[in-house]
């Protein structure tokens, strides 16, 4: 596997010396001028019913990649999910606050709950309403105050629509007009600084497209299909991250050995350049 050298990695990811902890930003995090790169993953506890959410940020010094990592919100508590739960999307809103959505039960159970849990000086978690009972929201961006979603209308399967939803209730509202395909799953929204946004679509024949949102004409544009050395991706992203410079960022598996890789994407080609190995569920980029 031919990875990138530090320079470009560089170009890419942006260091900060400053770690937030989920729930309590550390002092400064979010006055930084430039972005913090954050991945978020879960980890096992002493207690079989739950697992802790770890927010790491990572920074480049003399040469290596460092990771940096705080885990309780306040009073050194940990913060635990249950094991049952799973993670739909993990975002940052410019207000500095830390936004993960989080899926009660697994696909097919009758009964799905969706929540959102918004971090801060302290931590809320808000069930999501607005929705049929089996809906849930597998994507996060944030969107002009608002929140930008992709929800599945049947418990983690097609069909997809998205929707906004409000960070301070928890509100949610289907948008209609665009036409997403009955027969492919759609996720990983995310929006780059110059307002676009980005998701995958994955096919049942199991290649996976790098598409982008036209608002203006509620369209669904395919860019690529991606690709990982001489072979098509054939099994979805884990998640997708732009930086402030407009490059898109993916979490994946590519080697499909359960170990994650960053990688940088080629938005024309599709092609898909590793970084390095991360310990990470989900991905973000901090927003201004």
Known sequence: MKKINRRQFNQFVVASATVAALGVPAEGAFAQSKPVFYSLRRQPTSDEANTELVIDSIEIENGKTQR??????????????????????????????????????????PVIISRLTISNSSTQTLKVTGLGENSTIESLAP?????????????????????????????????????????????????????????????????TRLVQ??????????????????????????????SDTNQLFALADVEERDKNFLLSVNNSTGELTPIQSIDAEKIAFSRS
Do not use: H, W
């Open 68 to 109: 940096r990592s705080r885990r309780q919100i306040s009073g050194n508590t940990p913060f635990a999910i249950p094991r049952k739960e799973r993670i739909g999307g993990f975002t940052t809103l410019p207000t500095g606050s830390l936004l993960i959505s989080r899926i009660e039960g697994i696909p097919g159970e």
């Open 213 to 242: 949102l036209d608002f203006q004409n509620q369209k669904i544009i395919n860019l690529s299909t991606l690709r990982f050395g001489k072979r098509t991706l054939s099994s979805d992203l884990k998640d997708l991250a732009c």
């Open 143 to 207: 969107d002009n105050g608002s929140i930008l979603a992709i929800v599945s209308l049947n418990s983690g399967i097609p069909p997809f629509r998205l929707a906004t939803l409000d960070p301070t209730t928890g509100q949610a509202k289907v948008i209609e007009g665009f036409n997403f395909s009955a027969t492919e799953r759609f996720s990983n929204l995310t929006q780059c600084p110059d307002g676009t946004f980005y998701m995958t679509a994955l096919s049942l024949e199991g290649s």
